[in-house]
C-alpha cells in the first residue's frame, strides 16, 4: 500500500472537519481513534470525540486518497439519552453528537 495509517487518520479527519463545517477553535476535540487497513485497498479510519464513547466511521482508499462521503455513526448512547456527556463540548461539537445520536437507527 502507498498510503500509511498515519496517513489515512489525518484524511479522514480533515475530511470530516470539513464536511461538519467544525469551525477551527472546536477541532481539537476530534481525534482520530484507531485505523485498519483492509484488502491493502482501502483503511478503516475511526474519528471521535476524546472521552466519549462515539464515533464515526470512514473508509479512506489508497489509490485516490479520497474518502467515503457515506461514512458510519456508532454510539452506545440511546437516542433518549442524546445530550448524555455533552455539557463540556463546543456547541458545535454538541449539536452534532445530539444530531447523530437521534437519528441512529438500531439494529437488532
Do not use: H
Amino acid at each position: 500500500m502507498e498510503l500509511k495509517s498515519t496517513d489515512a487518520e489525518q484524511l479522514a479527519l480533515d475530511f470530516f472537519l470539513e464536511d461538519w463545517e467544525i469551525p477551527e477553535e472546536d477541532q481539537d476535540f476530534v481525534v482520530p481513534l484507531d485505523s485498519r487497513e483492509v484488502d491493502d485497498r482501502w483503511y478503516v479510519v475511526e474519528i471521535g470525540i476524546e472521552g466519549l464513547p462515539d464515533k464515526w466511521v470512514i473508509q479512506v482508499y489508497d489509490e485516490t486518497k479520497d474518502c467515503d462521503p457515506c461514512f458510519t455513526f456508532v454510539s452506545p448512547v440511546k437516542a433518549s439519552e442524546s445530550d448524555t456527556g455533552l455539557e463540556e463540548l463546543p456547541e458545535s461539537i454538541g449539536e452534532i453528537l445530539r444530531s447523530e445520536r437521534q437519528n441512529l437507527v438500531v439494529s437488532r
